[in-house]
C-alpha cells in the first residue's frame, strides 16, 4: 500500500524501480528492467526450484496453465534433476 493507503499498480511500480535504479546507477545493460520483468523472473525461479503449484498460489494466478508460462524447459536443468535422484 502506499502512503494513502492505495494498492500500488503496474505505473506506480515502474516509477519507483526507474527512481531506484537511477538513484543507484545503476545500468540495464540492455535488460528490460521493468516491475513485470522482476515478476516474470521471480514467477520462473518458483516453479523451477519449488512446484507450479505452490507458484500458482503465490503469484495468484487463477489457472494453473497461467502459471505452467514460466516454467523453463531446461535440458540441463531436467538432466540434474534425474541424477540427484538415482
Not at 520483468?37 to 498460489?57: F, K
Request: aromatic share 10%; hydrophobic share 30%; net charge positive.
Amino acid at each position: 500500500m502506499n502512503g494513502k493507503g492505495n494498492p500500488y499498480g503496474s505505473t506506480s511500480l515502474n516509477y519507483l524501480l526507474n527512481q531506484l535504479i537511477e538513484r543507484g546507477s545503476i545500468k540495464p545493460a540492455g535488460r528490460d528492467l521493468s516491475w513485470y520483468s522482476i515478476r516474470h523472473g521471480c514467477a520462473t525461479v518458483w516453479v523451477d526450484e519449488e512446484n507450479v503449484h505452490d507458484a500458482r498460489e503465490q503469484f495468484r494466478h487463477k489457472k494453473v496453465e497461467t502459471t505452467l508460462g514460466y516454467a523453463p524447459s531446461r535440458a540441463e536443468s531436467r538432466h540434474n534433476k534425474v541424477n540427484s535422484k538415482w
